[in-house]
């Protein structure tokens, strides 16, 4: 089976959260291609600005979404919708809603643990623009393991 390019992941987890939020009263339009760091616009019934949505997409059920360093800066107004595909896929996919602030924070602080760690081969690790967001990882004092259960399904942040 071919591997599924990253733009029809993402894609489809985008339209997975359009479902996701028209079905509960949201208003939502996506974003043209060419906006940075921003995939959904929302907003209430009566049209007032909720917030924007960034939406990352695991390609396969796995541990991770990949984000730039980008992440590592909050931006007020901003959620980052984490979806990760289901196994079997008749399931719906899993998805976490997290304000920036919070995803800056664990992005920041994960990426200097692993900086601090090792190559396989004793070298250091070199800093690039690729940073990820981790699901079930070795866990940070901030960030023990479950810690992103309080944001499962967490719509209500929108309101």
Known sequence: MARRPTSTTGAAGEHFVMY??????????????????IDILVSDLAGKPLGSLQVKTMREPGK???????????VEGLFYCFVRPSE???????????????????VKLSHQSWLAGAEAAGRNRNDGDKRS???ECEPLDLYPNGWMDQYFEAWNLLR
């Not at 996701?20 to 940075?36: G, W």
């Not at 079997?88 to 664990?106: F, L, Y």
Request: charge should be positive; include cysteine; glycine fraction near 0%.
């Open 88 to 106: 079997p896929q008749i399931r719906k996919p899993d998805c976490w809603i997290i304000p920036s602030s919070i995803v800056a924070e664990h």
């Open 64 to 74: 991770k979404w990949q984000l730039k360093s980008s992440a590592e800066t909050a």
């Open 20 to 37: 996701q939020l028209l079905r509960q009263n949201f208003l939502a339009a996506l974003v043209s291609k060419n906006v940075p760091n």
């Open 133 to 135: 967001m981790h699901f």
